[in-house]
């Protein structure tokens, strides 16, 4: 194959743009009296987690926003954990909480996620803002940051419409909203998992790609073709490196437009839960 000048789909611009926004809001919001306050709620010392923890503190400060954080101690209890996200839900300062994830083994992210009521869920995970979606849905949903970022990184480059779209992987925080979220945007999908024979097969008539499995070096130059459309949403540690789910050195010259890791879905998913936020405040507003 051939090399062709891959374009790099750098997620900053468009989170920069997002942030903008989200400044303009906030403002208005704190002029109307109303101080826009977020709870992140982390459960392991994990270095990324709390690498992951301190970026979004450091983009509240820039955006105005309150961010404040819940420690859960190594040794809380289920009932306990959820006994604190419940108070978080009910208490009218919060407007929106962000469950960092994954949870230490100790405790199930189910039960907690079922106590953030649906219009204080930022990150969309809940039953309710999943269901809204695959109904179709959306304006009346938070919907899923990761997979946004994904559809609005490629929406830089096409529209979804009529387009084939390969999504491989069917995780429940990033492949399954992403299905729905891309139907509904009328692309031709495509769900790629494990179980899944002849991969690079079943791809070759795929316009985008969108990964998100957690395996790093999964997609390499065997899998593509030079019109497509790859967005990477994998994240793995490597050798004290972060990599995605696509073979960047060996892909990038063999496609039409690559997603960076780390760069390209990463801060884009940032922004958007801050939007997400914004979303939570308004349907609150309106008593949903």
């Given at each position: 194959?051939?090399?062709i000048k891959t374009v790099e789909i750098k997620g900053a611009p468009l989170a920069n743009q997002i942030k903008a926004e989200i400044s303009l809001q906030v ?125 609005e990184l490629v929406e830089t480059q096409i529209n979804f419409s009529g387009k084939r779209v390969a999504l491989v992987g069917r995780g429940k925080t990033v ?114």
């Amino acid at each position: 194959m051939s090399e062709i000048k891959t374009v790099e789909i750098k997620g900053a611009p468009l989170a920069n743009q997002i942030k903008a926004e989200i400044s303009l809001q906030v403002a208005t919001l704190v002029e109307k009296g109303i101080q826009p306050c977020m709870a992140v709620v982390i459960a392991q010392a994990d270095p990324s987690a709390l690498s992951y923890l301190k970026s979004k503190q450091k983009t509240a400060a820039a955006l105005g926003i309150k961010l404040d954080v819940v420690n859960l101690n190594p040794d809380i209890t289920q009932k306990e954990a959820e006994s604190i996200v419940a108070n978080l839900s009910a208490n009218p300062a919060v407007h929106g909480i962000l469950l960092e994830l994954p949870l230490p083994k100790s405790l199930d992210e189910t039960g907690l996620l079922s106590q953030i009521i649906p219009v204080k869920d930022v990150d969309g995970l809940t039953p309710t803002n999943l269901g809204l979606v695959s109904a179709g849905r959306e304006t009346e949903a938070i919907l899923a940051a990761t997979p946004q970022a994904c559809i609005e990184l490629v929406e830089t480059q096409i529209n979804f419409s009529g387009k084939r779209v390969a999504l491989v992987g069917r995780g429940k925080t990033v492949g399954r909203p992403l299905v729905h979220m891309l139907i509904n945007r009328n692309a031709t999908l495509t769900v790629c998992h494990s179980l899944t024979q002849n991969l690079a097969e079943v791809l070759a008539n795929c316009e985008v790609v969108i990964v998100a499995v957690g395996k790093p070096s999964l997609i390499n130059s065997g899998h593509v073709k030079p019109s497509q459309i790859i967005i990477d949403a994998g994240i793995n540690m490597v050798n004290n490196s972060m990599v995605g789910d696509v073979d960047a050195n060996s892909v990038r010259g063999q496609v039409t437009a690559l997603s960076p890791v780390p760069g390209g879905v990463g801060p884009v998913t940032s922004a958007i839960v801050f939007r997400n936020l914004l979303k939570a405040i308004r349907l609150q507003q309106e008593g949903r």
